[in-house]
Every structure is written in C-alpha cells, then in structure tokens.
C-alpha cells in the first residue's frame, strides 16, 4: 500500500515537471506565429483595404481562439491589468457606435479591425515576457521596416515593381503613401538606435547600423515634412530615455548613419533620373558598407567613452552637438547659382524652381535678380519669372510675371503688388526651350518703400538634392498641406457637433465629409487619429482614448523606473519613444487607418503592458472572462471571414460585369450580398444589375427586388450622394417622378459643393419637364423647366459659400440654355 502511494506521488511529481515543460513549447509555438502576425502586415498594402484585412483578421482569429483556450487549459486569465480594461473600453465605444452609425458597415468594419488589435495585444502581453523575447519581437519589427525600405528604395528605379510604391518622385513603399511610410520608418529607426544601443556584439552593432541607413535613406525620400521635423525631437527624447552611460550613444550611431548616407542620398536622383538602376545599387551599396565599417568603428569609440567620467563624455557630446549644428548650418545655408537651362539635343518641356517668401499683405514689393539669360536660337523666351500669391488656404493667384527673350548679363527688376489676402509667395523661376539658359547668381525680395528690409531668396542649395531642398522650402504652417489639414479640422468638429455624444460609427468622416466640407476636397481620412476618434465614437470613446493613453504613461513610466538593470532600460528606451512617435505622428495623419501601422503600435503597447504586470505582480482570476474572449473572437473570425468571400464574390462579379455577362454577375452578387448584407456598394450594384436585366426581360419580380435592393443600399449609406443619384435614376427611368427627383436633389444636398451633381440635377429637371410638355401637360412642364433654370441661382448661392469657388460646368449651362428655350416656346 505504501508502494503505491509512493507511486502515485512519484507520478504527481512527474506531472507537475512535465507540465511546464509543455506550457513552455506551447509558449514557444505562439510566440512564433505572433513574430509572423506583426511582421508581414506591412508587405500588403499596409493593410489599408479589406481584401487584405479581412483575411489577416480572420487568421488573427483562429490564432487568437487556439490560444485563449490553452490559457482556459492552464487556468491562466487573459485580462487582468488597467491598462487591459481600458484597451477593452475603446474598442467597446466602436462596438457602442455601431448602433448610432451613419455606415453601418463601415462601422463593423472599424470593430473588426480594433479587435485584431486587441488580439495583437492580448497576445504580446502574455507571451513576451522577458527580456530576450522582447529584443527579438523588437527585431522583427525593425526587419520589417527594414524590407519596408528596401522596396521603396528598389521601386524607384523599377528594380522592384510594387504598385504605388514610387509615385510622384516620392517613395510611399508598400504602404502606398509617403507619410505613412515615414512615420513606419521613423517609429522603428528609433528602435534600431535602441538596438545598437543594446547589444554588446560589434559584429550585430555593425549590421544594425547597416539597416538603420536603409531605413534612414528611404525615410528621407519620402519626402514628409512632418516626419522630418519629428525626428530631431523624438531623437532627444529617446536620449533622454537612455539610462547613464548610454544617453549619447543613439546621436553617435545617427552621426555615423548620416556620414554614411550623404554621398548615396546626393546620387539618389540622378541614379532615379538615368533609370539605370545598378547606379542607385552601387551607391546602396557603397553607404552599406560604408555604415558597416563607420557602426564599427563608433562601437569603439563608445566603449571608450563608457569608461570615462560622465561629465568628459558629456564634454564630448556637446562638442560633437556644436559640431552637427555648425554643419547642418551650413547645409542650410550654403547656397550656389541655379541654372535652368536646356541643352542643343533637348526637346522643349517646362524646368521649374519654386521659392517661398513670407511677405506683409496689400503691399508693393521689388524683386531684384542677377541673371545670365542665353538664346542663341532666338526661342520665344530664355527664361521666366512667376510671382504667386498664396493666402492662408494656400491658394494661389497670379500677382507678377516677366519672360525674358535676349541674351542678358546683368541686374533686372521685377515689381508686384501684394493681394489683402497675401501671406507669403512664391517664385517661380522657369525655363523651356531647348538651347537656352538661365543662371540665377542672386536673388532678393524687398518692400519697394524699405529697401533695407531684404530677405535673400535661397536658389539653390549647395548640399541638398532639389526634391528635398524644395520641400524644406515649403516648411510652412500656410503651405497647401497644413492650411488644408486645417479646415479639415474645422469642418471635422462641424461633424462631431451633430453627434457629439456616440458619435457616428466608424467611418463617420469618409461617410458625412462632403455634407459638411467648407470647399470642395477628396479625402477619406481625417489625417488626425485623435480627431476620427472623437468623430467616429464621440466623447464616449474620446474618454475611452483618454483612459487608455493616460493608463498607458502611467504604465511606461511604472516601467521605466521599475528596471533595475540599466542595460534592459535601453530596449524600454526604444519601445516608449516609437510609441510616441506614432501618436505624434497620427494627430497629423491617417497612419493608423493603416492596420499594419496599428499592429505595429498594440504589439508594443503590448511589451509595455507584459513589463507592468511583472511589476505590479498582476494575479487575477478571472479566467471566466476567457471564454467570453473566445466567444467573441468566434464573432470576429465568422463575420471577417464572411466579409472576405463576400469581396471575393463582388470581384467575380465585376468581371462578368466587364465581359457583358449580367446573368451570372447577378449570381455573384447576389452571394455578395448574402455574405455582407451592410454592404451598401454591393446591394446597389445587385440591384442595378436586377433592373437591367428586368428591363431587359419585362421581369416585374427582378424590377421589384432591385428596388428594394437599391432602397436598401440608400438607407445603409444615408449620406452617399452617388448611392442618392443612383436610386433617383431608377425611379425616373421607371416612372417614379416624384421618388426619383427627391433623391437627386439629396444627392446634391449631401454633396453640395460638386458641379456635377449640379448637371445631374438640372437634367432631371430638363427631362421631367419635357417629358410633361410631350404630353400636352404645360402647367407641369413649366413647373420643372423653371425648376432646371433655378438650378443655376441654387449653384452660385452653394458656390458663394465655397472657400474655393469652382465654375458650373458646361454641361449644366447648355441645359439650363435649353430649359429657357424651352420655357419661352411655351409662353
């Protein structure tokens, strides 16, 4: 009998050895999916648009269920923390404004989203927890941005063909836009600071200091203002985070990835230009190994360093501060003559330099310039000068222009006048005809009454790429970019003032913008995360967002102070400063409507969360709130699953559509719509697809079903002006007057600012009218011809409030001539 209890005790012993060692592989197993989770998500179009979300989601789903159950397997909660429940309260406020949701499914689609992250987070938090596992989640996370910027840099010379990746002179890289791109790069260059910092191991300093320049290089031909002004600052705060004997190792590696990316950053766009892409190679290559080299030689220095007394090391960061500022002085301030100029063998095409001078409104000014024009062929003109005005919009009027014909040495002069409105212009130096010239030696801006009040205009930078030099140029709280995410602001809180307590669901912006637009633009996004928030689920969830940033400081600030070991601070270093970089970054853009950018920010939430809970020592035991995660994981993987074959079905659907076959594009979408009922665009291509081939066919149930189909697409998206126009079409089109001409008219009162919705509008008019005079109605014909004239009084009241006026179109005003016409016959 004792045996046996020995036996049994033996085996319980076993267990409880063994069970760990299981818990451990399990760990292992999750912990590599997640790396892959937070790793790809950037490669497909930064995760903006659902056919790439939704199948992420989904993954992310399934991954997340298998995991929630093992954590109910070992009695292990998921949620414990403050920082946990307020993650929880943001997304429940989208959850909440779902039912106040203008787009419904626009709405669900934001909670899909948000729960992806949650389950990023919930994952991050559990299973990295200690130091290793964070130095590799970390890793991945730059190898990310590091692959990020070698497409960007290979896009532009077609070495790499990834669509959108190079547009515009500008590398936007597999997030399609350039700012988002640069707020990636810039978050996780800070983390490869962090890393270099880190490690002990020259060989690992070397390589991290090899892919901080690729970062680096491809950061600054994104060409984003805001980025560029960021990264200074956030730069010092990550030095500030540094603990002692480490705060100035970050500036040294940044010096070094400077000095290595000058000679290729000066060479990027003639290689771009020459589109021989083993130039951009050699020069790649030549600052790789020259970070290599430059990394490893710092490390020694920094070892150095380490071993002195912190005050001579501070001596010598301070010189070698002075030093860079002395030298990004003269970057900025070194200017040469710009030539314009076209050679014999060159076809004519426009070559363009734009200046910017503030400048005082209502003001006459004198622009003097010292020029060596060349036309030897006698060309209508060697060079030209334009003088814009540009008010506080950033819009521009023509004050002064001068072309230049002969050959001239010498001084000139060019007088303009100031408009009211005038905060600053620009100059625009021109020249394009082949076999002419222009050389600009010097050029100054003065108040015609004050010449002693000169401003030197800057022609052309010694040391900096033109691309670059003319968006430091056009560094201005007035320039076309900042005025308009001004009014976006503006018209923003117009929004929120109408739904100011749930807000209107996800997608709020994208929904009522043009309702509420003060001219007339074309963005989906708000370029402010704070302000979609405040938008999308009102002061409920702007209080949620409060919660979770204020707990999540208090939580890095726990953190922080709670590392013993200095060494480790570094990698926390990291993790704070890219967290900050990418909310600072987001109030300015629409960074986080890129999921990859999101995963990327609740992954390191995440480790922040994890660190806290080791040092408040966490113990919960709510496992029960376990299942209710699985159960709404299940949720999230049923709807985004069914989302994404509804998206695979409407993309049959439109190509039967493109070859002509309506019978079995009806068939597609129909499944289209069975999968995703919210979807509003899918039920208005159903039901277009249903009257078409129920007028084809005289089929009075098809003809029924697309009005329903149509109605009910107008009601999910109240606010869409196209949805609007298209329902009023159908009900024209079969005899609907009254029902067809009421919702043109809202397709124009949700849109007012577009001329064409004008056009649509007065042609309805037109033709109900003569449809009524055909009929020997006149009293009704007069009634709507009058209606389709008043149009063009409608269009100049609407277009007199518009920050930006823009013309009717020609259209709308050969309709109303023909209304009169009309008219007139008939009296």
């Not at 927890?129 to 970390?138: R, S, T």
């Not at 009522?512 to 999308?536: C, I, P, R």
Request: with cysteine; hydrophobic share 45%.
């Amino acid at each position: 009998m004792a045996q046996k209890t020995v036996t049994k005790k033996s085996k319980t012993k076993s267990k409880a050895r063994q069970t760990p060692k299981i818990t451990a592989k399990f760990d292992i197993v999750f912990y590599i999916i997640l790396l892959i989770l937070v790793f790809y998500p950037p490669f497909f179009r930064g995760m903006f648009f659902e056919k790439e979300m939704f199948p992420t989601i989904a993954i992310t789903s399934v991954v997340f269920i298998l995991w929630a159950v093992y954590k109910i397997a070992v009695n292990e909660p998921i949620i414990a923390t403050t920082l946990d429940y307020a993650a929880l309260s943001l997304v429940g406020a989208y959850v909440i404004s779902t039912f106040f949701a203008v787009n419904v499914r626009a709405s669900i689609g934001e909670v899909l989203r948000y729960c992806d992250y949650l389950f990023i987070y919930f994952m991050v938090s559990k299973l990295v927890k200690d130091n290793k596992k964070i130095f590799m989640l970390l890793n991945v996370l730059v190898l990310s941005s590091f692959v990020v910027a070698l497409i960007g840099l290979g896009s532009s010379v077609n070495l790499i063909h990834y669509n959108g990746s190079w547009v515009g002179g500008r590398i936007n890289s597999t997030f399609q836009y350039p700012n988002t791109a640069a707020s990636f790069l810039m978050a996780f260059f800070l983390v490869n600071m962090s890393l270099i910092s880190y490690t002990d191991n020259r060989y690992l300093k070397a390589l991290y200091g090899a892919i901080a320049y690729t970062q680096f290089y491809a950061y600054v031909f994104t060409l984003s203002r805001g980025a560029w002004l960021m990264l200074p600052f956030l730069g010092l705060l990550l030095m500030a985070l540094m603990p002692k004997g480490k705060k100035v190792e970050p500036f040294m590696y940044f010096i070094g990835v400077i000095i290595a990316s000058a000679l290729p950053i000066a060479k990027f766009n003639s290689a771009v230009a020459s589109g021989d892409a083993m130039r951009l190679v050699k020069w790649y290559l030549i600052g790789f190994l020259s970070s290599l080299v430059i990394t490893y030689a710092i490390s020694f220095i920094m070892g150095f360093v380490n071993k002195i007394s912190p005050k001579i090391a501070l001596a010598i960061a301070s010189v070698l501060i002075v030093l860079v500022a002395i030298g990004g002085y003269i970057v900025f301030t070194t200017q040469v003559p710009l030539t314009l100029k076209h050679t014999a063998d060159e076809p004519d095409g426009m070559k363009a330099v734009t200046r910017f001078v503030n400048v005082d409104p209502d003001r006459v000014y004198v622009l003097k310039y010292d020029v060596i024009a060349k036309n030897p062929e006698n060309k209508d003109w060697a060079y030209g000068i334009v003088i814009d005005s540009r008010n506080e919009n950033d819009q521009s009027t023509k004050i002064a222009e001068v072309y230049e014909k002969g050959d001239f040495i010498g001084e000139k002069t060019l007088e303009f006048t100031t408009l009211k409105d005038t905060k600053r212009i620009a100059i625009v130096f021109m020249n394009n005809f082949k076999n002419t010239s222009a050389t600009f030696t010097e050029a100054k801006v003065y108040p015609k009454n004050d010449p002693k009040d000169v401003q030197t205009v800057m022609l052309k930078y010694k040391y900096l790429p033109e691309d670059i030099a003319s968006r430091v140029q056009d560094i201005n709280l007035t320039s076309r970019s900042s005025s308009q995410r001004m009014q976006f602001y503006i018209d923003g809180l117009k929004i929120f003032k109408d739904y100011p307590i749930f807000g209107a669901g996800g997608g709020a912006w994208a929904a009522l913008y043009f309702k509420y637009q003060s001219y007339l633009y074309w963005t989906t996004q708000t370029h402010n995360y704070f302000m979609q928030v405040l938008l999308d689920t009102g002061i409920v969830g702007f209080i949620a967002l409060l919660f979770l940033l204020v707990t999540l400081i208090r939580s890095m600030a726990r953190v922080y102070r709670g590392y013993g070991e200095d060494k480790y601070k570094v990698l926390i270093a990291g993790v704070i400063t890219a967290i900050v970089s990418l909310y600072a970054h987001a109030a300015m853009d629409f960074d986080f409507s890129l999921s990859a950018v999101s995963i990327a920010l609740w992954a390191l939430i995440g480790v922040i969360n994890s660190l806290d809970r080791e040092i408040l020592k966490v113990k919960s035991r709510k496992v029960y709130l376990n299942y209710a995660a699985v159960l709404v994981t299940f949720v999230v993987l049923y709807m985004s699953t069914s989302m994404s074959v509804a998206l695979g079905y409407a993309v049959k659907g439109d190509n039967f559509l493109k070859s002509q076959d309506l019978n079995s594009a009806e068939a597609a979408y129909e499944k289209a719509v069975a999968y995703d009922p919210f979807n509003a665009q899918y039920r208005m291509t159903y039901g277009q697809i249903l009257a078409a081939l129920g007028d084809k066919w005289q089929d009075p149930v098809r003809l029924q079903k697309a009005m329903f189909e149509e109605e009910k697409a107008v009601k999910l998206e109240p606010f869409n002006s196209r949805l609007n126009a298209q329902l009023g079409a159908f009900y024209l089109a079969h005899g609907q007057i009254d029902l067809g001409l009421k919702y043109v008219e809202k397709a124009v009162e949700v849109q007012p600012f577009r001329p064409e919705n004008y056009q649509q509008l007065a042609d309805a008019y037109n033709k109900v009218g003569m449809y009524y005079l055909n009929k020997g109605d006149k009293q009704k014909a007069k009634e709507y011809l009058q209606k389709a004239t008043d149009v063009e009084k409608m269009y100049n009241e609407v277009n007199s409030k518009s920050l930006e006026p823009k013309p009717m179109t020609d259209a709308t005003k050969r309709i109303i001539e023909e209304s009169k016409k009309a008219l007139e016959g008939i009296e």
